[in-house]
């Protein structure tokens, strides 16, 4: 008779209903286990060293043949480039339908790819995965300011705001997920509710307050965003390497440089002073 085939989130299903409690906690044990990952995955510190020798042991254990190691080792800090974690990766470029080409592409021609040292590659088809282009991506739709100003333009050569959510000369607009609130350690999820709670609280001062509009200060938002950079100079995600983090001539619009719990301690208070505000019943 065959075993029954209890797979992790069955088991799981089963704890949860069981015992509530252990959601929370695995919950949270996922969090900070995480969290502590920073200390690697940000600045260079100790731990990033161990982090990359570990790195190094498991694709030496996963690919035996030298050269494949080479063409595979990173040649970055650890962090510098997004981290991906998967357990086939490695096998799967061994397989022996698999044949893995590192030399650059020269162009396309009739029956494939041609490589840069002048061989052809023949291929059915050509998947053309390049990566985000997220520094510079604008908005999906237009969305127009103060006297006709437009976000889009105004972050073509990379995206700012105030603690991620808010953008001078834009009153009212709340952004999720907005410029330096990409977590390179953690889950989105954690830095998207702070922004909403922020939002809230952000309406809520609105209608409370009898305000036609709140608009960021735009000294305010140049003072957070000239100490986001000044931050992000000393991350891995500036040490050196060519990543979609990275506008083409170095910007990062894209992390924030620090813990999710600093970043949810930044979201925890909305100073009403850093915005100008103008009455329900005043024009501006």
Not at 164 to 180: A, E, K, R
Not at 181 to 209: C, F
Not at 231 to 240: F, H, I, Q
Request: aromatic share 10%.
């Amino acid at each position: 008779m065959p075993r029954p085939d209890f797979s992790t989130s069955e088991l799981s299903k089963k704890l949860f209903a069981k015992l509530p409690f252990t959601q929370k906690a695995i919950r949270e044990a996922l969090y900070w286990t995480h969290e502590s990952m920073a200390l690697a995955v940000i600045w260079s510190s100790p731990v990033t060293r161990l982090g990359e020798r570990l790195g190094q042991a498991f694709l030496k254990s996963q690919v035996p043949d030298p050269w494949m190691r080479r063409q595979l080792k990173p040649d970055y800090k650890l962090g510098c480039k997004r981290i991906l974690v998967s357990n086939d990766y490695y096998p799967a470029l061994q397989r022996k339908n698999c044949e893995l080409i590192t030399w650059p592409i020269a162009n396309i021609v009739e029956q494939g790819i041609r490589t840069s040292e002048g061989i052809e590659h023949r291929v059915d088809c050509i998947v053309f995965a390049t990566g985000f282009d997220v520094p510079k991506s604008g908005t999906p739709y237009p969305v127009l300011g103060v006297g006709g100003r437009e976000l889009a333009k105004e972050w073509q050569r990379g995206a700012q705001a105030y603690k991620s959510i808010n953008v001078s000369g834009y009153p009212n607009l709340y952004i999720m997920f907005g410029p330096n609130s990409g977590p390179g350690h953690n889950s989105a999820l954690v830095y998207m509710e702070q922004q909403i709670a922020y939002a809230v609280k952000g309406i809520r001062t609105i209608l409370d307050s009898n305000l036609k509009m709140l608009d960021v200060k735009p000294d305010v938002q140049a003072r957070h965003n000239a100490d986001i950079q000044k931050r992000l100079a000393k991350t891995n995600w500036n040490s050196g390497c060519k990543s979609w983090y990275l506008t083409e001539d170095g910007f990062n619009a894209t992390m924030f440089p620090g813990f999710a719990t600093q970043y949810a301690a930044q979201m925890s208070k909305f100073d009403v002073k850093a915005y100008r505000q103008v009455k329900a019943d005043v024009i501006a």
